[in-house]
């Protein structure tokens, strides 16, 4: 008897600690306001969209090169979100032979290289015959 009773207690004890925690609400589907999207044949394409919690996007991108070894898809776009901050980033982007270059005003960018580097990377660069040299001794 003892043990049905502590049985009883801890499935209890376990289903008040269930009830107490707190229940995730369901996240309410969020509408779409905008969509468009259009592809072409020769690889060319537009989309954009926006939703009804701030989130925008859209893009564009056209094939370059086509049929050659330096085959490429060539695209722009922007895109942007409210931040659980209240803040709207936004982002605009271009990716191509020289790769993903977004830009926005959040994100960091590097502090300018001191001057005293960028003058020895000029020297070295105008005199190799230098590093040659140095490599050799070296070896």
């Known amino acids: 008897m003892n043990t ?3 049985v009883v ?5 376990v289903a008040a600690v269930a009830q107490a ?4 609400p369901t996240p309410k589907p969020i509408a779409i306001l905008k969509l468009a999207s259009d592809v ?8 954009e969209y926006e939703t ?10 056209n094939l370059v090169n086509a049929g050659t070894e330096n085959e490429a898809l060539n695209q722009q776009g922007s895109f942007s979100f409210v931040a659980d901050d209240g803040q709207t980033y ?4 271009v990716a191509d032979e020289n790769g993903f270059q977004p830009q926005g005003a959040h994100i960091p960018v ?4 001191p001057e005293e580097i ?13 590093d040659e040299e140095a490599t050799k001794r070296r070896n």
Request: charged share 20%; glycine share 6%.
């Open 40 to 47: 072409q044949p020769d690889g060319s394409f537009t989309y």
């Open 118 to 130: 960028l003058k020895a990377l000029e020297y070295n660069a105008a005199h190799p015959e230098e």
């Open 52 to 61: 009804e919690n701030g989130i925008k996007a859209d893009a564009r991108g």
């Open 21 to 24: 925690r707190p229940q995730e």
């Open 110 to 113: 590097p502090p300018p290289i």
């Open 90 to 93: 936004s982002i605009t982007w």
């Open 9 to 13: 207690v801890a499935f209890v004890a």
């Open 4 to 6: 049905l009773v502590a």
